[in-house]
């Protein structure tokens, strides 16, 4: 299953991809009810916060309605039905995807494949990857950090 993944290294904090979001969803621009959270860590790290429709999702197994559920197809909903709005499943959400909006968990249904989010990410650090090419990403990374000294030793930069 996919998810959207964020390069902290290209993201400007602009917050194009909470509006997006907000717009789709709620046809409102406003990063209140947004499904991604771009959040600043000091001095200058700019991330965006989405679910990563964990495999086994916590947020599921704290919901005390049975509101959230995962899909056969891998994507974590919330059947806003069910949910009282109690706010179990963003305490219990390790990467801090989810909050309550009006009284309803909401977090990142992934636009229905095609996210709001991405197409609006002007600095390009939003990506729809599944957690492999994720794991291939972050070896190539680690990769060339190892392979620096020795490249520069070589004269390549």
């Not at 429709?53 to 039905?81: F, H, M, N, Y």
């Not at 992934?110 to 957690?131: H, I, N, R």
């Amino acid at each position: 299953m996919p998810y959207i993944f964020c390069y902290p290294e290209r993201c400007t904090g602009c917050r194009a991809c909470e509006l997006a979001c907000s717009g789709a969803h709620e046809g409102i621009f406003g990063p209140s009810n947004a499904r991604i959270r771009a959040v600043r860590e000091e001095p200058a790290i700019d991330i965006a916060i989405t679910c990563r429709q964990c495999e086994k999702p916590p947020c599921a197994t704290a919901c005390p309605t049975a509101a959230i559920r995962k899909r056969r197809d891998g994507l974590v909903e919330v059947v806003s039905s069910r949910c009282i709005g109690c706010g179990a499943c963003a305490e219990a959400c390790p990467f801090g995807a989810i909050h309550v909006f009006r009284n309803i968990a909401i977090k990142c249904d992934l636009c229905g494949g095609d996210p709001a989010c991405v197409k609006q990410c002007t600095p390009d650090a939003l990506k729809l990857m599944t957690s492999e090419q994720v794991a291939e990403e972050t070896r190539r990374k680690h990769a060339v950090l190892l392979m620096r000294p020795t490249l520069r030793k070589l004269g390549v930069k």
